[in-house]
């Protein structure tokens, strides 16, 4: 599990495509400290597993799930990528529940600069709206931020100075995609509500009973 508090910006070595995936070598700069094989790292947003270390760069192997899920099928070497490792039990709890398994690509329509300060304008893929509510978390490119408004299929979010400096996002230009994880516990109440209240178009005797009542 994450936070969606970004430790560093990392760099892609290499990105080399492999039968059923892709082999990811990304520079962890000091994120690497404690760091070794099986531990799981959010790179970009996305939760990967760390295959080899070697110094500070960890070698991953990327699915093609996630290659086809998210933006790493684009990644290239030199890119800068936001790194987080795994949450310890002992850790202070800074952002929301992350779990680093992407919902979809976006892709940034508009950037309002503010001082110090940036509002981002994110559309987003359809299936994807109903998870995101005004002042809900979400997760974009692993940064936990708060949805300040929605307008027809893309919101907004507000970055302080603070997060533009520690992370890739000082660099983002409109049109560039962007990873989107919605917050896991408004989708389980939102399965849970499903279940409870049913579309009133295939509410029936039957459902109604096994509901209890």
Same mark, same amino acid.
């Given at each position: 599990m994450f936070t969606g508090i970004i430790e560093t910006v990392g760099k892609i070595v290499s990105a080399s495509p492999k039968p059923g995936g892709m082999t990811l070598t990304v520079q962890l700069g000091p994120a690497a400290e404690g760091?070794?094989?099986?531990?799981s790292i959010a790179v970009n947003g996305v939760c990967l597993t760390v295959v080899e270390l070697a110094g500070s760069s960890a070698r991953f192997d990327v699915s093609a799930?996630?290659?086809?899920?998210?933006?790493?099928?684009n990644c290239r070497p030199g890119q800068v990528v936001n790194i987080e490792r795994a949450m310890s039990a002992n850790a202070r709890f800074g952002g929301h529940v992350v779990q680093g398994h992407i919902d979809g690509v976006g892709k940034i329509t508009a950037i309002r600069k503010q001082g110090d300060f940036a509002v981002f304008a994110i559309e987003l893929p359809a299936q994807v709206l109903d998870e995101i509510v005004v002042k809900g978390s979400v997760a974009l490119d692993g940064i936990s931020l708060? /949805?300040?408004?929605?307008?027809?299929?893309?919101?907004? /979010?507000?970055?302080?100075?603070?997060?533009?400096s520690r992370t890739t996002w000082k660099q983002s230009r409109?049109?560039?995609?962007?990873?989107?994880?919605?917050?896991?516990?408004?989708?389980? /109440?939102?399965?849970?509500?499903?279940?409870?209240?049913?579309?009133k178009t295939s509410l029936t005797e039957e459902k109604l009973r096994d509901m209890g009542f």
């Open positions: 760091v070794k094989a099986g531990d799930e996630s290659l086809s899920k998210t933006t790493l099928k708060t /949805v300040a408004s929605i307008t027809g299929n893309a919101f907004t /979010v507000a970055l302080i100075p603070e997060t533009l409109i049109g560039d995609a962007v990873n989107i994880e919605t917050d896991i516990l408004l989708k389980a /109440v939102q399965k849970q509500h499903s279940k409870i209240q049913p579309d």
